[in-house]
């Protein structure tokens, strides 16, 4: 009898969470990007916008992603542009980028969240257009909780609050200037965070540029596949750049 009431309740507990959470298509996870601001301007001088440099990991984006690769019927690797009024597929969502309705989270936007490349309103656009607006598409189509602009940057934003990757490279020796192991900064985020990220450096360099945590649709962090862990990175000895830029001013907004 116990045993029945205990399969009963499993039952519908199951149910009730899958007429929730609709069967994911194949965006299953997303990449919460940081990056180290030094190894971008260490290798794109004259783009690089920040001086001085971020002392501390900064958001790149919250990437959706395809968890077995490419998804049949999709166009590309992983969901990208679905606001595409560029090409010939119909858009998948209908969601321009508007600068205004961020301007409660800006503070924390430009303290967590510059571009080193170009404005950081330019910079936030382009990672709205290419993966934002994919995320709530498919946040949407599986019944999930990020279904606007603003909610995807506070997600960003409130994700990258739950793990300090700084502080965990540091409690493992990995400082500002210093070199180890590319499985050492593996380990010490999985150390410091609970879970093994993809670690990815600057295009074929030795200069890590980007943390990537994962996570599931239900933004529960989760271990990056073994096989990912490490993107990009030339030798087994991967450096965090020291690189500074000299002049004091970060360049404004325009
Ligand atoms: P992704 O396409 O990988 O999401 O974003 C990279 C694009 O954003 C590139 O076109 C790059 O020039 C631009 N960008 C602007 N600011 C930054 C920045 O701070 N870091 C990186 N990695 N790319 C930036």
């Known amino acids: ?25 194949c965006d299953e996870f997303f990449y919460l990007v940081q990056q180290w601001g030094p190894t971008f301007c260490k290798h794109d001088r004259q783009t690089c916008r920040q001086a001085p440099v971020s002392s501390h990991f900064t958001l790149h984006g919250l990437w959706p992603n ?5 998804c049949p019927g ?41 571009s ?9 656009k382009h990672e709205w257009d290419k993966h934002g607006s994919c995320a709530i598409t498919y946040e949407k189509a599986s019944g999930g909780s990020v279904t606007t602009e603003h909610e995807y940057f506070a ?3 409130e994700l990258r609050d739950q793990c300090n990757v700084l502080e965990s490279l540091a409690a493992a020796g990995i400082t500002r200037g210093g070199k180890a192991p590319a499985s050492d900064f593996i380990a010490a985020i999985k150390q410091g ?9 600057h295009y074929g360099s030795s200069d890590a540029e980007e943390i990537r945590i994962c996570y599931d649709d239900a ?16 030798g087994s000895i991967i450096s965090l750049p020291a690189w500074q830029k000299s ?8």
């Not at 080193?116 to 936030?124: L, M």
């Open 1 to 25: 009898m116990r045993f029945l009431c205990f399969a009963i309740a499993t039952f519908l507990a199951l149910t009730t969470r899958s007429s929730v959470r609709a069967q994911a298509p």
């Open 66 to 70: 395809y968890d077995k690769g490419h």
């Open 74 to 114: 999709k166009k590309g690797a992983w969901p990208q542009n679905c606001d595409d009024s560029s090409t010939d597929l119909p858009p998948e969502c209908d969601c321009p980028f508007d600068a205004s309705i961020l301007s409660d989270l800006s503070s924390d936007m430009l303290e967590n969240w510059p």
């Open 116 to 124: 080193y490349g170009q404005t950081n309103t330019d910079f936030w």
């Open 155 to 157: 997600k960003a934003l």
């Open 193 to 201: 965070c609970g879970v093994s990220p993809q670690l990815a450096c």
């Open 219 to 234: 933004f529960e962090a989760i271990d990056c596949q073994q096989a990912k862990q490490v993107e990009d990175c030339r």
């Open 247 to 254: 002049s004091s001013a970060p360049i404004a907004d325009q």
